[in-house]
């Protein structure tokens, strides 16, 4: 089973995908793993109990720690990313890094989650070796969103 780290989870993003990944049975697909970067050795969350082996909150900023993971998920934030993610890459990880910053998204090996309108996108990154996910700017993604049909349908050039 895959060991997911999950950091920024209580904040308003994190907290709405924790929700969301509860109601969806997503916590029965890996093993969680809970960090924070203020409340290190805190309880982890109840809500994903018969999955979570760490019961301790674990330190966002111990590569160790993260080195261990197979994917990362953050919603931390872009100064989090900023300092943790090349560090951790040029310590050797090459598990799968999702975030929801901006900090990322203007990097060449960085590919825009938004599936409904670049699946495909998304797939031939995954069969390339692609390892670093990140979410689009809300409003845009929004509105591709809604192009992205237009698009479709051939209604828009």
């Known amino acids: 089973?895959?060991?997911?780290?999950?950091?920024?989870?209580?904040?308003?993003?994190?907290?709405?995908?924790?929700?969301?990944?509860?109601?969806?049975?997503?916590?029965?697909?890996f093993e969680p793993v809970f960090f924070s970067t203020s409340s290190a050795g805190g309880d982890a969350p109840k809500f994903a109990p018969a999955t979570t082996v760490e019961t301790r909150l674990q330190n966002a900023y111990d590569l160790d720690a993260l080195k261990k993971l197979d994917i990362i998920v953050t919603c931390q934030g872009g100064d989090y990313?900023?300092?943790?993610?090349?560090?951790?890459?040029?310590?050797?990880?090459?598990?799968?890094?999702?975030?929801?910053?901006?900090?990322?998204?203007?990097?060449?090996?960085?590919?825009?989650?938004?599936?409904?309108?670049?699946?495909?996108?998304?797939?031939?990154?995954?069969?390339?070796?692609g390892r670093n996910w990140i979410g689009g700017n809300c409003t845009v993604s929004c509105m591709l969103m809604g192009l992205g049909a237009l698009f479709n349908a051939g209604l828009v050039e």
């Open 81 to 129: 990313t900023t300092e943790i993610f090349e560090k951790l890459r040029a310590a050797g990880w090459s598990g799968h890094w999702i975030d929801a910053a901006s900090s990322l998204r203007m990097k060449d090996d960085a590919v825009i989650i938004l599936d409904p309108v670049n699946m495909d996108v998304i797939k031939r990154s995954l069969t390339a070796g």
């Open 1 to 29: 089973m895959k060991k997911v780290g999950l950091i920024g989870w209580r904040g308003m993003v994190g907290s709405v995908l924790m929700q969301r990944m509860q109601e969806e049975g997503d916590f029965a697909h």
